[in-house]
C-alpha cells in the first residue's frame, strides 16, 4: 500500500533557498513535492495540483500568504497549510489558524516540528 499523498505537497514562497531546503528534505521523506516561487501562480497550481500539503510563506509581495489562505479556503479548498514565517507573531499565529492554517512555522525550520505534523497529517507513513 502506498501511502504517499496522491496530490503531493505545494510549497509556495517566494524565497528560492528556503523553497529548495524544504522541497529536498520533504523529497528524503518520500513525498512527491511541487514548489511556487511566484503567489500569482499559487491559486492556479492549487486548482491543477490539488494538492494534499501545502506550505505557505506569510510574507510574500503582491499577494501575502495570509491573502493566499483566505482565497484557498474561499474556494473550498480544505487541503491542511501550514503557514511558514522568519517574522513570527503571536498574534499571527492565531489569525493564521483562525483562517484555517494547520500550524504556524517559524523559520529556520525546526525539522522535528516538522516531522511532528507529518505524522499528525498522513499517520500511515
Known amino acids: 500500500m ?7 505537497i505545494l510549497i509556495i514562497d517566494d524565497d528560492r533557498k528556503i523553497s529548495n531546503l524544504l522541497r529536498l528534505y520533504l ?3 518520500g513525498f512527491k513535492v511541487s514548489v511556487v516561487l511566484e ?4 491559486e492556479k497550481e492549487i486548482y491543477l495540483q490539488k494538492p494534499e500539503l ?3 510563506d506569510y510574507r510574500m509581495s503582491p499577494l501575502t500568504g495570509k491573502d ?7 474556494r473550498g479548498n480544505d487541503a491542511p497549510v501550514i503557514m511558514m514565517s522568519a517574522y513570527r507573531r503571536r498574534d499571527g ?14 523559520k529556520p525550520f ?4 516538522i516531522e ?10
Open 68 to 74: 493566499l489562505l483566505e482565497k484557498i479556503r474561499i
Open 54 to 56: 501545502i506550505f505557505l
Open 110 to 113: 525546526d525539522f522535528g516540528e
Open 39 to 42: 503567489p500569482e501562480e499559487a
Open 27 to 29: 523529497e528524503k521523506k
Open 93 to 106: 499565529d492565531m489569525e493564521m489558524k483562525r483562517l484555517g492554517a494547520l500550524a504556524y512555522l517559524s
Open 116 to 125: 511532528s505534523l507529518l505524522k499528525k497529517i498522513f499517520p500511515r507513513r
Open 2 to 8: 502506498n501511502d504517499k499523498p496522491a496530490g503531493g
